[in-house]
């Protein structure tokens, strides 16, 4: 009777499921463990789950059997690292999770340790942990193999199941089956079989045989015979249907530094997979595994440092891939352009120092969108090479290329490549559908015939099964799947350089947005808020100490290992506000740890730059400008705020007499209004802004109420609760529109201000709106003290302002974000990435919104929107509740962003001067440092690496222009010509600074 091609594989998979039984030959319960060195035995439950526990025993291998084929099943209940001793002292380690729980052994008689934790690979606690399962078995090597092999003849059928090769596969499979000679006797039998799960169902099992007995040598030998004569039939069907394309393997362990469980953990799963990946190298000599970030390699140095060493072994042996060039795999979206750069140079100097050289592919496979001042520094930074495949994570549209050429800000360009693997992504598997899938989905087959694919589980670790390589080698003679090999990353994108045209690929310009997770631009802002904090105390205080080593102080102490904590807390599942809240405990403490240690460090500069200055004066003041833009001098002194007329020159030391420190003009206020002699600024009862005039034009800026606080409470996204935020969010909205209080609370004559008290359902808003003396710009500091969950937070603005653009500010540079929807790319971008403002404006007006916290924003129409706060349940299920405090500020302006000083005041509302009251010193000036030509901002300014003498000056084009530009030094300094991130000479002109360049020089002592 004949059967259709569903039918014949259903008959396959149950004959397929027989095999595993006779899987080991024989097989030995490991008992007399013990946990914490008291006795547990297999089935008990752990005794505590508090934390790392160990477990012990000892394995003896019966004499009869074959060590090589000899198996160690381990299964303790939670994940372990799992570590065999022999009598010599000899011992290999294993990481034990779900996907890993059988070992080779390597001596007859040996005993086992671990350090165990009663949790998933995911994070997700082992309610109760057992000592499972734990035995040693003699491996039937013939039966596994062509298990595997028939399974993946099911999956391949499956997976082509209209091909023409489809009959064939399984008249294979079928008469494979009829050549086997199986054994059938009752008694071994049913005991052999008894585990399956229909078996499981049966009302009473008979009494089974405690270890029944396997194949015979003849049964085995079929076996082994059917094995081979399968491998040859596949291989002259190959010929029939040769394969479809090639797929470049790399073995992966995606570990999140911190997810769904703190950073102490991540230490515990880095050794785990990092000691599986070497015991596949030790068997599988072919075998290639990548692994990035130069914080893992270096917290190896303190945790497990021969660990360490082999890994460098197989670098130099051409089997472990190192790359990245980065110190972890950062969120790309908020950290500052200086931030990036660091991650590439403390990153690339460490991978230079451990293994001997740097790398060349940046691999960021999970980040929440790209920035695109990225390529830039990437090739500044010796990275030609990106790979992602995030950007197949977008819900609507489905971006364009595979294999394209990366054009950022400025020009620069890098080879990027991303693979659509719709089994697991980049924890992908070796299997049909996995291989013929990635391939099919890959698009540029016409200029390059070849796709990568990393394999391994991930995210919590693990990596690679040696099943998954077995797989490979087996697929080698299949018919119509691509070809498979394992690959160095590296060598891919050599082979890519070498055989494709240049312009033979597409082009992608700017931000690679991701239309997905929207929401991490807001969640777990209290930390976002300490992170920005952190990275800009530590360019201020690099800034700081180089100015006055410049005029006269001590050459400054590298800030790096603050600099390495900063850059850590960047990883992608730390910033974006998507981890538990044990993580955002230690990233609080970890930053706070910063801010602290650079406030000392300026605090001290300040103290020393004062000592030296000349006395018999009036000045009161020691004021220093740590930006490229002329600074107005508003503060916050010792006997209140101080908005004076005084303009602090960029990189300059200032010492300011009472005189200089006057009001810079009149400020009025009453409960409903604040101006000075550039705004007026009116309240209505409700608490919104009535009205904003900018009084130099003569302009009302607000095409409605200003400043409207709008909680959302359907917030409630699909799936990703801490990670998105959906299209309709708005759907439901609740303005805050009646104050509990407006209260004046300032009155001059250096600034005015209102407070307003609001209340939403169990959380209260305190905003004091404030206006300085000469300011340009309307402060809004907010104090929140949150308990609700799942709602969000957002300042609305309508402006009389009509424009189809509005500018963003990223790193490094701006973007542009469309104000319609008129396309499905622009619609999905109704939250995006800013960082210090987002300015909008027609010609000649315009409007920006600026902050010192936030990063999620909305341009629609003519309104200007800015996320302040999201409380989402998971994976922290108290996020944001509580206390926190940041600012905002309102300024229109006549003329374009650039031109009207927004950058400038977005530096200040960041980092204000930096003073110091002194008494009797000679008041004046020193500009240490001259930047002129094409305006330019300041990236840093810090000692250069591997020096005791060189500073180094990086700046930036923010706006797009191009022009010269000259850098005039103090005397007994030299500038040279420009240099990389890497602090070597890049070959571009010193003297001229294109749209969107980052150009950095050396400024020598001698």
């Not at 103290?607 to 000045?619: F, N, S, V």
């Not at 799936?719 to 439901?732: C, F, L, P, R, V």
């Amino acid at each position: 009777m004949p059967l259709t091609h569903a039918q014949r594989l259903d008959r396959l998979t149950v004959r397929l499921q027989e095999l595993e039984f006779w899987r080991a030959r024989d097989r030995r319960d490991i008992t007399g463990w013990t946990f914490e060195g008291q006795p547990i035995a297999l089935g008990e439950g752990w005794p505590r789950v508090d934390g790392p526990v160990h477990f012990a025993a000892h394995a003896d291998i019966p004499a009869d059997w074959d060590l090589e084929d000899t198996r160690a099943y381990i299964d303790l209940g939670g994940e372990s690292l799992v570590t065999f001793t022999a009598a010599d002292g000899a011992a290999k380690s294993h990481g034990n999770d779900p996907y890993h729980r059988e070992f080779s052994v390597f001596a007859r008689s040996f005993d086992i340790a671990s350090e165990s934790v009663p949790r998933a690979p995911f994070g997700v606690p082992v309610k109760e942990p057992r000592l499972e399962r734990t035995e040693i078995f003699w491996l039937d090597r013939p039966v596994d193999d062509l298990w595997l092999l028939l399974r993946q003849i099911d999956e391949t059928v499956r997976t082509i199941i209209d091909h023409e090769a489809v009959p064939h596969l399984l008249a294979l499979s079928e008469e494979a089956f009829s050549r086997l000679d199986w054994p059938s006797e009752t008694q071994n039998y049913i005991a052999r079989i008894s585990p399956w799960t229909q078996q499981q169902k049966i009302w009473k099992l008979p009494e089974m045989k405690e270890h029944p007995a396997g194949l015979s040598d003849a049964e085995r030998q079929s076996v082994a015979d059917t094995y081979d004569w399968l491998m040859g039939e596949l291989k002259a069907l190959r010929e029939r249907f040769p394969p479809q394309g090639k797929v470049s393997l790399t073995g992966h362990a995606h570990i999140d530094l911190a997810w769904l469980w703190p950073y102490a953990e991540t230490r515990r799963k880095n050794r785990r997979s990092f000691h599986t990946t070497l015991r596949l190298m030790e068997k599988f000599p072919d075998f290639r595994f990548n692994q990035t970030t130069a914080h893992y390699y270096q917290q190896l140095e303190k945790d497990d440092s021969e660990l360490l060493a082999d890994i460098v072994s197989k670098v130099k042996s051409g089997q472990w891939d190192v790359l990245g060039g980065m110190w972890v795999e950062p969120d790309t979206n908020m950290p500052t352009g200086e931030s990036l750069a660091r991650q590439i140079l403390y990153g690339q100097r460490y991978f230079e120092r451990v293994f001997g050289f740097r790398h060349d592919v940046c691999w960021l496979p999970d980040c929440f969108g790209f920035s695109p001042a990225l390529p830039q520094l990437l090739k500044q930074g010796g990275m030609d090479n990106f790979l992602t495949i995030k950007v197949n994570w977008s819900e609507t549209n489905r971006f364009p290329t595979d294999l394209f050429w990366w054009e950022g800000l400025d020009g620069s360009r890098v080879l990027t490549h991303t693979f659509d693997n719709p089994v697991e992504g980049y924890n992908g598997v070796v299997r049909p559908d996995s291989v013929i899938n990635t391939w099919r989905n890959y698009r540029q087959k016409d200029t390059h015939d070849t796709t990568l694919l990393s394999v391994g589980y991930g995210d919590g670790g693990g990596g690679v099964t040696a099943e998954m390589i077995r797989r490979e080698q087996q697929l080698q003679v299949f018919p119509v799947l691509p070809e498979t090999k394992w690959e160095l990353v590296t060598d891919f994108f050599a082979r890519v350089h070498e055989t494709v045209p240049a312009k033979s690929l597409n082009v992608w310009r700017g931000e690679i947005y991701l239309e997905l997770h929207r929401g991490t631009l807001t969640s777990q802002s209290i930390v976002k808020r300490l992170h920005r904090r952190a990275e800009r105390d530590l360019i201020t205080a690099e800034t700081l100490e180089s100015l006055d080593y410049l005029t006269g102080g001590d050459y400054p102490v590298s800030l790096e290992e603050n600099w390495q904590v900063v850059l850590k807390n960047e990883f992608h599942d730390i910033l974006p506000g998507s981890s538990i809240k044990e993580v955002y405990e230690d990233a609080a403490e970890e930053l706070t740890g910063v801010i602290d240690a650079a406030r000392s460090r300026r605090e001290a500069r300040l103290k020393a730059i004062a000592a030296r200055l000349p006395d018999g004066g009036e000045g009161v003041l020691l004021a220093v400008n740590p930006s490229l833009s002329p600074m107005p001098l508003r503060f916050a002194g010792e006997s209140g705020w101080i908005s004076s007329g005084s303009v602090l020159p960029p990189l300059s030391v200032n010492v300011l007499s009472e005189a200089d420190l006057a009001p810079a003009g009149a400020v009025s206020a009453d409960p409903r209004h604040l101006e000075n002699d550039i705004l007026k600024v009116t309240f209505g009862d409700d608490g919104n802004i009535a009205s904003l005039v900018h009084k130099p034009s003569g302009r009302e800026t607000l095409a409605g109420p200003g400043n409207r606080l709008i909680a959302y409470p359907m917030d409630k996204p699909r799936s990703w609760d801490a990670w998105d935020i959906e299209a309709d969010y708005d759907a439901k909205s609740e303005p805050l529109d009646t104050p509990d209080e407006i209260a004046l609370v300032e009155t001059g004559p250096h600034r005015a201000a209102i407070r307003i008290t609001r209340t939403w359902r169990h959380s209260r808003i305190v905003q004091t709106l404030s206006l300085s003396a000469g300011s340009p710009r309307l402060d809004i500091h907010t104090e929140v003290d949150w308990h609700d969950r799942r709602a969000l937070l957002r300042t609305e603005t309508p402006l009389a302002i009509h424009h189809g653009k509005a500018i963003g500010e990223c790193a490094f540079g701006v973007i542009e974000r469309a104000t319609h929807a008129n396309t499905t790319w622009q619609q999905t971008a109704f939250e995006f990435a800013a960082h210090r403002f987002v300015d909008l404006a027609e010609n000649g007006f315009g409007f920006a919104l600026l902050n010192d916290a936030k990063y999620g924003y909305s341009a629609r129409g003519n309104v200007l929107g800015l996320s302040l706060l999201r409380s989402p349940i998971y994976p922290d299920p108290l996020a944001d509740e509580g206390h926190q405090a940041f600012t905002y500020a309102l300024m229109p302006h006549e003329g374009n962003w650039h031109e009207a000083g927004v950058l400038t005041e977005a530096e200040l509302l960041n980092q204000p001067p930096l003073t110091l009251a002194v008494s009797g010193k000679v008041a004046g000036v020193q500009i240490p440092l001259k930047v002129s030509g094409v305006p330019a901002a300041l990236g840093g300014l810090k000692l250069k690496e591997d020096s005791s003498s060189d500073l180094v000056l990086r700046v930036y084009e923010p706006a797009g222009r191009r022009g010269p530009i000259g850098v005039e030094t103090p005397q007994g300094f030299a500038l040279s010509d420009a240099v990389t991130l890497m602090e070597e000479p890049s070959g571009a002109a010193a003297d001229q600074l294109m749209p969107f360049e980052v150009k950095s020089w050396v400024i020598g002592k001698g």
